[in-house]
């Protein structure tokens, strides 16, 4: 993993749990000794571990920063960016030491997790559970945040997580994946994670903080407001919609709202039939296969296509608002599309628009987050793009953003982009008898395409 982020998840960490620490003292030590715990279960005392494992010893000095005296300075994300960078070698050797020689020397003889044997507030519970079902996985993605955990590590999670959480996972196929056990934290974790999109993850907080308040007013007798989680997302192709609305059914479901919490995509294609009757049926076909979830609609204005004509596109829409009414409860739907096509879309329709009252909008991705992505896809390709070739792409992706129209396709353009750079490296090194590690990994600026 990457020594920065390592740094800006332990700020995070810390960010977690100082209010927990203030309002519980006692449990300081509790939390100390469960990370300790947690460390050695992924063997993270072993001196032949790489050095970027040993790096999140710094998660729990994160917790007390008195622990490392004068060293603090080192552990924010800011000072160490600022740092020149032979200061970065002795630096990150030093926190590296300190790491490993707290791990090694303090708490270590712990046999089992104490926080679900130790009384806690529900609420502080569930996020000190959280950050340690966090800090496992990070132990186990050393590489990136994003790669898949190894199998050896997959049963050591299983048990941490019932550790944690005091109960047994279930072990069908899907509840093998962890994803299926995602507490709220983890999942505004991967939301914090996505490039850009500030307002998105914004508007996503202010939905929760409403559906948290909406639910303690129901707990206590008060009167409520109505909540009303059928979406329209406002935005181009390649902005994140579906990501975004697939980690949105994951929050609904860790906050009880949904049983589920999974995610059908669909468009025109998947709910228009040719003939009478049909249409009905593929629509009630797809809204069960999404019950207990979302159903996400893409170009849903395409179901009402502009100027009118003698479709199906209105009786799949009909049936829609149909199912929504009998199933409002078990059924959230978000439907996306271009802005002008969208409001042209509910507008012709006053049962549509009436069960769509929140509306989010993703922009076209700026130059500067086009490249992130493309670095992120490379790292997540094992590979690295020197700094000539970051340049020509910032330069590219100026230039394309600045002539953007509505076919800019943001997130695909970069795919492509990104596919095309493997491409041209592979004829570059066609005339290679023999490969090094970095001619295999390294896009160079000449791997870079002049336009698209």
């Not at 030093?94 to 679900?116: A, H, K, P, V, W």
Request: hydrophobic share 35%.
């Amino acid at each position: 993993m990457d020594f920065i982020k390592i740094l800006e998840e332990a700020e995070r960490f810390q960010s977690v749990i100082e209010p927990i620490m203030k309002s519980n003292a006692e449990i300081r030590n509790v939390f100390i000794n469960d990370l300790h715990y947690i460390a050695k279960k992924f063997s993270l005392y072993n001196d032949n571990l790489a050095k970027e494992n040993l790096i999140t010893g710094i998660y729990v000095y994160s917790t007390n920063p008195e622990m490392i005296k004068n060293e603090n300075r080192l552990t924010k994300p800011e000072n160490w960016k600022k740092l020149p960078e032979e200061n970065q070698v002795k630096a990150r050797e030093i926190l590296t030491q300190l790491g490993r020689g707290f791990l090694q020397e303090e708490y270590s003889n712990q046999d089992s997790i104490y926080l679900s044997k130790h009384f806690l507030d529900a609420e502080f519970f569930n996020k000190l559970a959280a950050t340690y079902y966090r800090f496992a996985l990070i132990l186990t993605r050393a590489d990136g945040l994003e790669t898949s955990i190894m199998k050896s590590d997959t049963e050591k999670l299983k048990q941490i997580y019932e550790e944690i959480y005091g109960k047994k996972i279930i072990t069908d196929a899907k509840s093998n994946n962890e994803e299926e056990n995602e507490t709220l934290e983890m999942v505004l974790f991967k939301l914090n994670e996505l490039i850009g999109m500030e307002n998105v993850k914004n508007d996503v907080k202010t939905l929760i903080n409403f559906i948290r308040v909406q639910k303690e007013r129901m707990d206590r007798g008060l009167m409520k407001s109505t909540i009303s989680l059928h979406t329209v997302f406002y935005g181009p192709p390649g902005t994140g919609k579906t990501t975004v609305a697939r980690l949105m059914g994951k929050i609904f479901k860790a906050m009880g709202l949904l049983q589920k919490g999974g995610l059908i995509e669909t468009d025109r294609s998947g709910m228009v039939a040719g003939y009478v009757g049909q249409t009905a049926e593929k629509v009630d076909k797809i809204v069960t296969e999404a019950m207990d979830g979302i159903l996400f609609v893409d170009e849903a204005y395409t179901l009402k296509p502009e100027g009118g004509g003698s479709d199906y596109g209105q009786e799949a829409i009909d049936t829609l608002l149909k199912r929504m009414e009998d199933n409002r409860e078990r059924l959230i739907v978000i439907v996306a599309g271009y802005k002008d096509e969208m409001d042209r879309f509910l507008e012709s329709n006053p049962g549509m628009k009436s069960r769509f009252n929140r509306y989010f909008y993703f922009d076209d991705y700026k130059p500067e987050e086009l490249l992130q992505i493309y670095c992120k896809m490379s790292k997540d390709g094992h590979f690295e793009v020197e700094e000539a070739g970051k340049e020509k792409l910032l330069k590219l992706f100026n230039e394309l953003y600045n002539n953007r129209n509505k076919t800019f396709g943001n997130g695909r353009l970069v795919r492509n982009i990104f596919e095309k750079s493997i491409e041209r490296q592979a004829n570059r090194l066609a005339n290679l008898e023999k490969f090094t590690n970095d001619d295999l990994t390294i896009l160079k600026s000449d791997d870079i395409p002049e336009k698209i």
